[in-house]
């Protein structure tokens, strides 16, 4: 019989757990990708409240099989967390390939389930802005109007001073 410290046996133990976890996940993740109102914004059932639900419920189903006691929102904050670690993993594989970057240097992700949330690779992209402001056709332009460039608010928040040099004009 081999006789292992202590600590090794622990260390083995949590990662077997760890290891049955995420293969766990995995399948969660599986589970969501196949849930479309849950994440793909383009999708009509993605605004529909009920379908979501109904999808959420699904969902969090399949989270007990593994944690009996989760409620929807552990749920839904352990989905936000595997989302955020794979945007800024996400981030980082796209910063090294348009660095210029020979292949050998390239980022390659280390997140355990970084090819599994794939999926949501085309919705974490920022979507072109629209202007939905209507403009009546009959009304005259004052002399005082000056036609501004289109910015974000996203961008005056990171830049102040960018509002104060628009209103400047």
Not at 88 to 100: C, N, P, Y
Not at 120 to 127: G, M, S
Request: proline share 4%.
């Amino acid at each position: 019989m081999i006789h292992y410290p202590s600590d090794c046996r622990s260390d083995n133990m949590r990662d077997k757990k760890r290891d049955i976890e995420h293969k766990f996940l995995l399948e969660v993740i599986a589970t969501y990708e196949s849930l479309p109102a849950l994440w793909k914004i383009k999708s009509d059932d993605y605004m529909n409240r009920d379908k979501k639900a109904d999808a959420y419920n699904v969902l969090l189903q399949k989270y007990k099989e593994h944690f009996p006691e989760a409620t929807l929102e552990e749920l839904k904050k352990k989905l936000n967390s595997l989302r955020t670690n794979f945007r800024s993993e996400l981030r980082k594989v796209e910063r090294s390939a348009k660095s210029g970057a020979g292949t050998e240097d390239l980022y390659v992700s280390t997140l355990w389930c970084f090819d599994a949330l794939l999926f949501l690779r085309d919705q974490e992209t920022t979507a072109p802005s629209r202007n939905t402001i209507v403009v009546d056709e009959g009304s005259q332009k004052d002399d005082d109007d000056v036609d501004l460039p289109q910015v974000s608010c996203f961008e005056t928040m990171k830049n102040p001073n960018l509002f104060h040099k628009l209103n400047k004009n």
